[in-house]
């Protein structure tokens, strides 16, 4: 019998059992929980026991998740399809030794980078800059603005900007205001080919120019390619350059990182670096039951592919890490949304779940009713830290734990009928409205949930967090037996985009497009002012 059918079986079995039944077993907090440094997992809300832990753990180890690993630290060129080393993890080897790539050693590069970086980050942040505005989209953007966002306490240097949509109005809005003359423009793309960010960057170039600043000055490329940046005109001593092998949506521990840099001073960009080194090495070296990221995949395994739940929540109750869920919508739908396994066959199982998310408690308001009470399951992975930032506001950190833990206990234990009537009657209602009001307030219960903990989310733990993700991210595409590191689908819009934005404005026929298309453009060509 395969690991998979013995999974399907024992989901079968236990489908209906109780979660909070499972905690007779007085250790299983500690058994499905799992610590590294100051972080703690705690797994046991799930349907999950010891014999469903070990076939998962046999199925990470049968897929060849150690070699795997391994390949991807040394730079084999595990991105098959692209055929490219994948190394983001170079860049943030501050400590470590040399990383070959087809024989060379990469890491002296990385760290001339990371010396230009912080060099010019310190003369930004002592100089007259007051704004700067970063134009990416992808990896590109979500990576900085995340960690921006999630480091506002130690942020120190000039207010950071982020332009990624071709909307106009992106732009607009956030130039609105800025003074061209105090502004450094930072174009982060990797293929510098992007038209999102090349038409935000002409936009900006224009705006600066007409506002009396010095785009040659004040202009700054994040790129892989140095030709692009010159035929933009970028002068390339404000190039930040990177190889193929750092992905877009892994690119942020690098030159694409610079806002943050600049934002947190070169100091704490080295601890947010050092955080993730130090997930590097426990994912490296912890035997896969103890590995925290291998368990989180584990996890994500068993409720999407053997629960057949097709979602995750991230629930951080964290509001600066608001753009958390948007930033593993990219890692984890990107890197594990694939419909062929490496051989080219197609998959027999699904691949990677809906991701999805908000910031505790606001999601409690909105979407939870369905996650409580709908007809769907929703695993829920919360982010927690046990202190806030905000020393003289004890009391709100002190109720946004309360409000964390109560959620992962109302999903796991739910609220019965019995109970609801209790409830039903203490409001007056009686007889067969009781009843009906009654079952109204019932929660199901038994619902997964997950919890991550940490002391406080300063830059070594969310260095941390991240590399979490994407090792669990790595080690999923790696039982599910794809290529995590290319993202074709992405390719055919961007393809079309360009083949209609002639019949878009006018100069081409709509001839020949699909009736749909046809009309939806016909629409917009007679209400165009
Ligand atoms: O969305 C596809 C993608 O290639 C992402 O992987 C990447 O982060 C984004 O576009 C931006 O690409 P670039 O940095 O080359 O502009």
Known sequence: MTHWTALHEQYSRVKNRSIPKLFENSARAEQFSARVGDMYFDFSKTNIDAETLQTLLALARDSGVQAKREAMFEGARINETEDRAVLHTAL????????????????????NTLAAMRRFATRVREGAYTDVVNIGIGGSDLGPAMTVCALAPYHDGPRCHFVSNIDGADIADKLRGLDAKTTLVIVASKTFTTIETMTNARTAKAWMTDHGGDPRVQFVALSTSPEKTAGFGID??????????????????????LSLMIA??????????????????HFRAASLEENLPVLLALVGIWHNQICGYTTRAVLPYDERLALLPNYLQQLEMESNGKGVLRSGADSPRNTGPVVWGAAGTNGQHAFYQLIHQGTRVVPCEFLLAANGHEAELVHHHQLLIANCLAQSKALMLGRSVEQARIIAAAKGFEGDDLERQARHRVFPGNRPSTTLLYPLLDPFTLGQIIALYEHRVFVEGIILDIISFDQWGVELGKELASTLQPVVDGSQSCANEDPSTAALIDFIHRHRD
């Open 236 to 257: 390339p001593a404000q190039v930040f350059g990177f190889e193929d092998w750092v992905g877009g949506r892994y690119s942020v521990w690098g030159p694409i990182g």
């Open 92 to 111: 943030r080897n501050l400590d470590g030794g040399p990383v070959m790539v087809d024989g060379v050693d990469v890491m002296p590069a990385v760290h």
């Open 264 to 281: 947190i001073g070169p100091k704490a960009f080295d601890a947010f670096l050092r955080g993730a080194a130090a997930m590097d090495l």
